[in-house]
């Protein structure tokens, strides 16, 4: 019993070990001596035309990311216009602004993950290719 109970709890671990991986993805991008350098729109379209798999991926993902931004303005200020019309406290607008933009960002994002299907993509590996290709530029410069 103990020995199927200790596979079960190392079988768990190892299952959202992997879900929740980001520092093994990222780590080696964050934790570097010499950071990457900043990067435009333009590097960013060049990476979406360059690479076919990922590309369009990545693309996908800013659009949502578009739409989550779009989400939490909406959501910033229509809390905090409601806020100061009813108490005309700053404290409470300002409370209420930024709770409205966390509310607003996480609608947006659910909204966006369900319209463009992120669900079926794998972003995470689009965005840390598109920063591997970064440091392969580093490296070449």
Known sequence: MAETLKKFWEEGKQFWAERFSVNDVYSKYIKREDPLPSWSESDVHEFI????????TLKTAREAANVALTGAAIGAVSTAAVAWKYSK????????????????????????????????????????????????????S
């Open 49 to 56: 035309a360059s690479d076919p798999v990922h590309g369009p």
């Open 89 to 140: 406290s700053l404290h409470g607008t300002g409370l209420s602004f930024a709770g409205g933009a966390i509310s607003g960002w996480m609608f947006g994002h659910e909204i966006a993950n369900h319209w463009y299907q992120l669900y079926r993509l794998d972003t995470r590996a689009a965005q840390a290719k598109f920063l591997e290709s970064r440091e392969y530029k580093l490296r070449q």
